[in-house]
């Protein structure tokens, strides 16, 4: 099965969550500067979301480059991270409104924890449908970077009991983790390019 339906189909459910998004930031009543005071929350909250929802994009992109074909376990393991990813939106808005209490901040983490558990089941799911010598099995090895982002998510859940501050400084760092897009298929599609005009 080709793999460019599942990339077109993803871009597009990624570009509407970042366009609900967007929709949920609403105007202020008035002119002046101090009515969007009120909406600084609102504003911190879309600019987390928007950074994690372009780390998955970019993410995906990246990997889906290494993708030689997918079969329906893979589109079914697609469609769990794009529910996931779908569910941002809502907690995006419920935690900016709501100015970071505590449980909407606690439940942003939940839903960020599953997308990142969905995201290495696609992961899997992907390896599992190559060659075990695949660029894609090399690329992510043991996917260490993936596993000390779900611990720090489950330390900020935790921490979200403290001060919901911490928490979100957690998420901030998880993001910061991830921001610059993840190199491993990058680098061993140049090495398998060198490889190829050596010989």
Request: contains cysteine; proline residues 4%.
């Amino acid at each position: 099965m080709e793999k460019g339906r599942l990339e077109a189909f993803s871009d597009g459910v990624i570009a509407i969550i970042i366009t609900i998004m967007v929709l949920t930031l609403k105007l202020p009543y008035d002119a002046s500067i101090e009515s969007l005071q009120p909406m600084i929350p609102v504003f911190v909250s879309y600019v987390l979301s928007f950074i994690y929802v372009g780390i998955y994009w970019n993410n995906h992109h990246h990997m889906f480059q290494a993708v030689e074909s997918v079969n329906g376990k893979v589109l079914w393991a697609n469609l769990h991270l794009l529910f996931w990813l779908s569910l941002i939106p809502f907690v995006t808005d419920w935690m900016g409104e709501n100015h970071f209490a505590k449980w909407p901040v606690i439940f942003y983490g939940i839903v960020l924890v599953l997308n990142a558990i969905a995201y290495a089941i696609l992961v899997k799911t992907l390896i599992r449908g190559h060659d075990e010598n695949s660029l894609l099995a090399e690329a992510f090895g043991n996917d260490t970077k993936g596993k000390v982002s779900v611990v720090l998510y489950a330390a900020a859940l935790g921490l979200c009991f403290l001060s919901p501050w911490l928490g979100l400084a957690v998420y901030a760092l998880v993001a910061g983790i991830w921001f610059i897009p993840d190199k491993r298929i990058e680098n061993k599609l140049i090495i398998n390019e060198r490889a190829k005009k050596k010989l």
